[in-house]
């Protein structure tokens, strides 16, 4: 199978390239913004060495579908989706925080709880509690959004206090994200899953807050299978799920957690059709519709004339 590791565009106009981990970012007459879902892949901040064919379409086209089902809650950049692996929007400047939340105590918070930590950003978490279980209510854990290296746990008290985001926006911002993380619970239920936790992003452009970046997919979130949910909790057994984590998990297991001096584990073609097929049954599930595998004979040459069509009708 092919993957798009990486792009090397020079569109008409084209004021600025921006390489991220997944995402390759160019930017058209300092107007709007062209973003590439690439098929490369990370975890622990790090981008694995082999790209996941099909991976990058699948998160652009979730993350379109729950922008459009959303946006009567908070408006958001996108402008168009031209190509399965392309979204054309809005520049914004973005809130150096990610708003994390969190329904359920999974990841990196249980990682932090297991560690005998009862206090994650600035919210206290009760004693007693086990990996997976539903918390009281759903809690927001922000990040600093680091340009290089990790992101870092940071406390709303520590985002006002550093003046990083002020107390009216940053109330806008909670208020969202809580709206945002209901919707997305409620559109998850009707396909059989439980949204456990995901992370939202924004920025502002003339004076209003947009919603940016990706929303509601597996790099993004964390989704478990409703059926038989409180049975395994009940019997102390591992929750089927469905993100990243089990990329995370695959690592662990063979010594990498992204630190100083640890090797990346070979990823056989056999993991990475393994990962491809994963991220296509969470499109699957939470879309309800069929994956339809783009074409990828000319992977590179097909979004380059489609982005090029795009940007004709801006």
């Known amino acids: 199978m092919k993957a798009l590791k990486e792009t090397n565009y020079n569109f008409p106009n084209q004021s600025n390239f921006y390489k991220g981990k997944v995402r390759d970012v160019y930017t058209i007459a300092d107007n ?19 790209a996941i064919p099909f991976k990058g379409q699948v998160l652009n086209q979730i993350a379109a579908k729950f922008l459009a089902a959303t946006q009567d809650i908070v408006p958001n950049w996108v402008l168009k989706v031209p190509d399965p692996m392309v979204t054309i929007g809005r520049i914004c400047e973005p809130f150096k925080v990610e708003m994390v939340i969190r329904g359920y105590l999974a990841g990196h918070a249980w990682r932090e709880y297991s560690d005998g930590k009862r206090l994650v950003c600035g919210v206290s978490l009760p004693d007693g509690l086990k990996e997976n279980d539903k918390l009281p209510k759903p809690i927001i854990t922000p990040t600093t959004k680091a340009a290089v290296g990790h992101d ?62 990706e929303i509601h997919t597996p790099d993004s979130s964390r989704y478990f299978y409703a059926e038989g949910y409180e049975k395994r909790q009940e019997d102390n057994e591992p929750q089927k799920q469905l993100s990243k984590e089990f990329v995370r998990k695959w690592l662990i297991e063979n010594g990498f957690q992204g630190k100083e001096g640890q090797i990346i584990p070979e990823m056989t073609p056999e993991i990475v059709t393994s990962i491809s097929e994963r991220y296509i049954e969470l499109y699957e599930q939470i879309a309800g519709e069929k994956f ?17 069509k795009g940007i004709e009708t801006l």
Do not use: C, H, W
Request: aromatic share 10%; charged share 25%.
């Open 32 to 50: 709007f913004m062209v973003m590439v879902v690439s098929d490369r892949i990370s975890a622990f901040d790090v981008v694995l060495p082999e």
């Open 152 to 213: 870092e746990d940071i406390s709303k008290e520590a985002i006002l206090a550093k003046g990083i985001v002020s107390l009216v926006d940053y109330e806008k911002l909670e208020a969202y994200t809580y709206a945002l993380y209901q919707r997305g619970t409620e559109i998850a239920a009707k396909s059989g899953l439980i949204l456990v936790d995901t992370k939202y992003e924004f920025g502002t452009a003339d004076g209003v807050i947009y919603l940016i970046d």
């Open 292 to 308: 339809i595998k783009a074409n990828a004979d000319e992977i590179s040459n097909r979004i380059e004339q489609n982005i090029l």
